[in-house]
């Protein structure tokens, strides 16, 4: 049996590499949304992605990295890019909030603000007093580009990132008590990132427990092999749901 994965490194190997073709996320979205991802296809877009940060937006290990996007199947995809590049994530919407994380005594602002509303995102990083990279963020699986007007020098991830390759060689590693990521009062480390679950199991996860219920869960169960179906608010979690697609927890 393969050893399980510790380290960002290794998730995305085992992705590409353990049951490659098997389903690892399926988000079912509204308007009937359905997006099945194998591992191999997740590995790709996380893939992408880790080289779109590192080519487009100068991240590297240190650098801050706000998600301000809902639970979803994509923030998923930014949050694994994020800890592939060694950046710390904020896996929460950062409105009304300072763009940064905590370090010591003082808080580290934003280098990127990965957003649905640029608009938004922009205006929060002027008041703040950092232009930190704003990258715009189609959700629909299908969007091929942002669709409307980008404010300043804001970024269509859309439009940009399947340009960029699908295999990521990664730089420095962090350290294991780098961080990882904060989401409200919660902080982890690298080294406390990836704690495998018991058993790999096909497991239901609901987009609106949020974040801290959600990104542990999908880690650990991504970690023992299993794989993750996730459900938008909208979308109730059925038995005929269950059963049809095989879910074994949760």
């Known amino acids: 049996m393969a050893e399980l994965p510790h380290t960002p490194e290794d998730l995305l190997l085992a992705f590409r590499t353990h049951n490659a073709t098997s389903p690892r996320l399926t988000w079912y979205g509204p308007d009937s949304e359905r997006v099945e991802l194998s591992g191999r296809v997740l590995e790709n877009w996380v893939a992408k992605t880790a080289n779109y940060l590192v080519d487009e937006l100068d991240a590297e290990p240190g650098n801050v990295v706000a998600v301000d996007l809902p639970v979803h199947w994509r923030s998923l995809v930014w949050l694994l890019a994020t800890w592939a590049v060694g950046a710390t994530a904020l896996p929460q919407s950062p409105r009304g909030h300072s763009l940064g994380a905590e370090s010591g005594n003082h808080t580290r602002l934003a280098d990127v603000v990965v957003t649905t509303d640029p608009v938004a995102g922009l205006a929060a990083s002027n008041a703040g007093g950092r232009l930190p990279f704003i990258v715009a963020v189609a959700?629909?699986?299908?969007?091929?580009?942002?669709?409307?007007?980008?404010p300043g020098d804001a970024l269509d991830y859309s439009g940009g990132v399947r340009a960029h390759s699908d295999v990521f060689f990664a730089g420095d590693a962090p350290a294991g008590d780098d961080i990882a990521w904060e989401s409200g009062s919660t902080t982890v480390s690298y080294a406390e990132l990836l704690t495998p679950a018991?058993?790999?199991?096909?497991?239901?996860?609901?987009?609106?427990?949020?974040?801290?219920?959600?990104?542990?869960?999908?880690?650990?169960?991504?970690?023992?092999?299993?794989?993750?179906?996730l459900l938008d608010a909208s979308v109730e979690a059925t038995d005929h749901l269950r059963s049809m697609e095989r879910v074994s927890a949760g």
């Open 198 to 229: 018991a058993t790999p199991e096909r497991i239901l996860l609901q987009a609106g427990d949020g974040w801290d219920a959600v990104v542990p869960a999908a880690l650990s169960t991504w970690a023992a092999g299993g794989s993750v179906v």
């Open 139 to 150: 959700l629909p699986a299908l969007a091929m580009r942002w669709v409307g007007e980008l």
